[in-house]
């Protein structure tokens, strides 16, 4: 199995190389966010800092709402899914080494996004950013990858089409930016945003990549938010294996509405034992 597993995971590596779409919402849409945030706090240090974890979790998100799904989406539609059903690699096997190429895929870009706000913040405020914990930083950056990258699985067997991919990643994206604390920093949105936020994965990245960055006590700090991140990815995993659908045609069924109740009510579960332990809002 480890050796079919490779060889899926460098196979679906090639082909999402190739595509340029895959590449414009992994790379293309986040630098330009990031170039809005660095326009926009170029001249106060401390809100270009709140905002640098933003963009590196906007840059994993879109990964996971756009890029993956809009790719496996096209594999599907194009019979190569039916091809790989073919050989003795079970469904398990197929959903990794899509995820993990994906992954790679983000984190690359992720690490992009970094180098460029680092060398910005140097050209902007004559010193570098350099973050509180760096190994912790590249490990909340991997968590948080593989978090949302589950996450985005379960929207990517969900979706019938690449049409419908659009549609349902601008239904996760949208609120994510919007009220999930990927595009305005918690702290300065009302106080019912921020404890609807709880019940959204993108409050929880953010969370852990701040940390990493910026506060002395690092991940130590942040252990509700690694948890939720760790339930999100479990979860999100064994849903898309129940979805897996081989044939783009193949209706979802009631036992794929009952994986995508699965999905989100962990969702639901998450925000609510964060309510219930009156987890605050983030801090500037």
């Known amino acids: 199995m480890i050796a079919g597993l490779a060889v899926h995971f460098r196979t679906t590596l090639l082909l999402a190389q ?5 590449w414009a919402m992994v790379l293309g849409a986040p630098l330009f966010i990031l ?3 660095i326009s926009l706090n170029r001249t106060v240090k401390s809100y270009y800092q709140q905002h640098v974890p933003l963009a590196l979790a906007i840059s994993l998100f879109g990964a996971a709402c756009f890029s993956m799904p809009a790719a496996l989406a096209a594999e599907r539609e194009r019979g190569i899914w039916r091809r790989y059903r073919l050989t003795p690699l079970p469904t ?9 190429a994906h992954l790679l895929i983000a984190l690359a870009a992720t690490a992009v996004q970094l180098a460029i706000a680092v060398i910005a913040h140097r050209l902007l405020f004559a010193t570098w950013l350099v973050p509180a914990h760096p190994i912790e930083l590249a490990v909340a950056v991997l968590v948080v990858g593989i978090a949302y990258t589950c996450t985005g699985l379960v929207l990517a067997m969900a979706a019938g ?31 019912v945003v921020r404890h609807v936020s709880c019940f959204l994965p993108g409050r929880w990245g953010v969370d852990v990549i701040n940390a990493a ?15 939720a991140l ?3 990815a479990l979860t999100g995993a064994i849903a898309a294996v129940g979805l897996y659908r081989w044939e783009p045609d193949r209706p979802l069924g009631w036992r794929g509405w ?12 998450v925000g609510l034992t964060a309510e219930a332990m009156g987890v605050p809002g983030q801090k500037p």
């Open 258 to 269: 009952l994986w995508l109740a699965f999905a989100f009510a962990s969702w639901v579960a």
């Open 92 to 100: 398990a096997g197929f959903i990794a080494g899509s995820a993990l």
């Open 213 to 227: 960055l910026f506060k002395p006590a690092g991940l130590a700090g942040v252990g509700f938010s690694l948890g």
């Open 18 to 22: 190739r595509s340029v779409l895959a």
């Open 161 to 191: 089409s690449g049409n419908a991919v659009i549609g349902l990643g601008l239904t996760f994206y949208l609120p994510m930016l919007t009220i999930g604390g990927l595009g305005i920093p918690l702290h300065k949105m009302p106080e």
């Open 230 to 232: 760790a339930v999100l």
């Open 35 to 37: 170039a809005s945030f």
